[in-house]
């Protein structure tokens, strides 16, 4: 099973940015495919954002469109989520996913790898 550690968490006022990185202990697969997925305490579990690390193809959630931007450096195995003008719905502990094939926005997917989580608070 592929390894990811995260960081960058932690916690910014309303208005504020994080960055968050993800690094994997190994890239496997032609459709291989990394992202962050977000739970808040009674909250459905939410993709946020995904990366085919192939072709570089990207698609980011309705929710954080035009704030959070999803990157890869496929040099160092990692990803990074740059999430701007945070607002208090944002608060939640983010996880880094891989999966060998398929990454879908949207439901409740079983990745094949997550990582162990990294808290965002937003306060306002």
């Known amino acids: 099973q592929v390894e990811l550690v995260e960081s960058g968490g932690g916690s910014v006022q309303v208005g504020g940015s994080l960055r968050l990185s993800c690094a994997a202990s190994e890239y496997t697969g032609a459709n291989y495919c990394m992202g962050w997925v977000r739970q808040a305490p009674g909250k459905e579990r939410e993709t946020v954002a995904i990366v085919y690390l192939g072709g570089g193809i990207t698609s980011v959630a309705d929710s954080v469109k035009g704030r959070f931007t999803i990157s890869q450096d496929n040099a160092k195995k990692s990803i990074y989520l740059e999430m701007s003008n945070l607002q208090p719905d944002d608060t939640a502990l983010y996880y880094c996913?891989?999966?060998?094939?398929?990454?879908?926005?949207?439901?409740?997917?079983?990745?094949?790898?997550w990582g162990q989580g990294t808290q965002v608070t937003v306060s306002s």
């Open positions: 996913v891989s999966d060998r094939n398929y990454c879908p926005l949207t439901g409740t997917h079983e990745f094949d790898s």
